[in-house]
């Protein structure tokens, strides 16, 4: 059961460029949400999905963007990095929402913006 | 504003011991807490939650503790063994379906 899974595990970009991070759960889950983790910090929501097709902005959504074509994949693009972007970022999903809301996370991507 | 609060950012504790856990909050729209237990390289595993309408739930060696008015939830682990060092979040949701996590703490247990 291989549960939330994100690729890649680690990424360094230069400023200025782009990239996808996947995440990818086999849970069936509707709900679906990407985290960042600075050091020192606790997690913050970037964007969140209820289901395919339907996705809204988190506490932090600027500089990124998402789409939800599937239940299964939830990709989160940034588009033009910048140093701080540098983040390890985590994908969650979760069955519903309230308060049976348990989040399953995936192992993070840790990514470095030179 | 920090809604969710861990003071303290680091926690010892011998094994065999009871480590308590702290985090307050500030949002009394929260009305659900949880506990995520997270190892280095690794993402937060969901430990033990809590719904505002109780004031305690316990799983085995873990108990969370709820006091609406104080606005204040602990996590007690007993007996405390070294496998249990970790950095432990709060985090609470509301009826927003989003969860609002404190900074984490580091538990330590020593041999």
């Known amino acids: 059961n291989a549960g939330v899974t994100q690729t890649p595990k680690f990424r360094i970009l230069k400023i200025g460029q782009s990239m996808t991070l996947q995440c990818t759960q086999d849970?069936?889950?509707?709900?679906m949400y990407w985290y960042r983790q600075d050091p020192g910090m606790g997690l913050k929501l970037i964007y969140y999905s209820v289901g395919a097709g339907i996705t809204d902005k988190g506490e932090v959504p600027n500089g990124y963007n998402v789409s939800r074509s599937t239940t299964e994949d939830f990709p989160l693009r940034l588009e033009l990095a910048a140093p701080s972007q540098t983040s390890v970022y985590f994908c969650?999903?979760?069955?519903?929402?309230?308060?049976?809301?348990?989040?399953?996370f995936g192992p993070g991507t840790r990514l470095t913006v030179l | 504003d920090q809604q969710v609060k861990q003071n303290s950012p680091s926690l010892s504790v011998q094994e065999g011991r009871i480590s308590i856990l702290n985090c307050d909050y500030t949002?009394?729209?929260?009305?659900?807490f949880l506990w995520y237990k997270k190892y280095p390289a690794e993402g937060p595993t969901f430990l033990i939650s809590?719904?505002?309408?109780?004031d305690k739930n316990e799983d085995g060696r873990f108990t969370v503790f709820l006091n609406k008015s104080a606005k204040h939830l602990s996590l007690h682990i007993v007996p405390s063994q070294p496998g249990d060092s970790a950095v432990y979040f709060c985090a609470a949701g509301g009826s927003n379906y989003k969860l609002t996590f404190g900074k984490g703490t580091l538990l330590t247990v020593n041999p």
């Open positions: 969650a999903s979760s069955r519903q929402g309230g308060d049976t809301d348990t989040q399953y």
């Open positions: 849970m069936n889950h509707n709900y």
């Open positions: 949002n009394s729209m929260f009305d659900y």
């Open positions: 809590i719904s505002s309408i109780k």
